[in-house]
């Protein structure tokens, strides 16, 4: 059996590989085990969960905020249908100057799959990304500190990146969004 304390000399890191090595030796799964979400993400509800999504006025009353970000002029959110899955339900990103609607991604109402990717990160971090016209957006929910969005520009433009921070966001890492994330098929676990 392999033990994982600090008996052995090893740094947590080592053991691990240790671990992983061993799990494809013995046959086991260890891939599998790391990206399946654990039951509480999968077995999460609306219901449960509902109370901690702030809305946003870019999304409907039928929607679900999923992550929003507000400074003096402009409007950030991720809204959502209540249910999505690899062949059902939306998500899209919605950008307001002003009170008026700059950008819709994507802009029609179809699942996220393919289009977005959501990261979890081992720290508790968690992020969306997706790219429109060239320039990449990143949505970036810090466990332990503020959310922002980076956006890249296309490199032949001659723009540098940018950053819009926000306030304490982290709604991306609630277990009823990262089920979501799941069950659309976008989820990419770190």
């Known amino acids: 059996m392999l033990a994982l ?27 599998a085990q790391v990206d399946a979400p654990v039951s509480n993400i999968t077995g999460a509800t609306w219901a449960e969960y509902s109370t901690m999504y702030s809305p946003s006025a870019l999304c409907a009353k039928d929607e679900i905020t999923l992550w929003r970000c507000e400074n003096a002029s402009h409007a950030y959110a991720l809204c959502s249908s209540r249910t999505i899955s690899h062949a059902s339900g939306y998500m899209q990103y919605r ?9 819709v991604y994507p802009a029609d109402r179809r699942p996220p799959m393919g ?16 790219a429109r016209d060239g320039y990449s957006y990143t949505l970036i929910d810090l466990l332990r500190g503020e959310s922002f969005i980076e956006v890249g ?10 950053q819009v921070r926000c306030r304490g966001n982290q709604t991306l890492q609630v277990n009823y969004t990262m ?8 989820w990419d676990r770190h």
């Open 5 to 31: 304390d600090s008996g052995h000399g090893l740094p947590s890191r080592c053991a691990w590989h240790l671990v992983a090595v061993w799990g494809l030796i013995s046959g086991a799964s260890a891939v």
């Open 95 to 103: 950008a307001s100057r002003l009170g008026q609607v700059e950008l």
């Open 115 to 130: 289009l977005f990717v959501y990261t979890s990160y081992a720290n508790g971090d968690a992020s969306l990304q997706f």
């Open 153 to 162: 520009a296309p490199p032949s433009s001659g723009k540098t990146a940018a």
């Open 179 to 186: 089920r979501l994330m799941y069950e659309s098929g976008i």
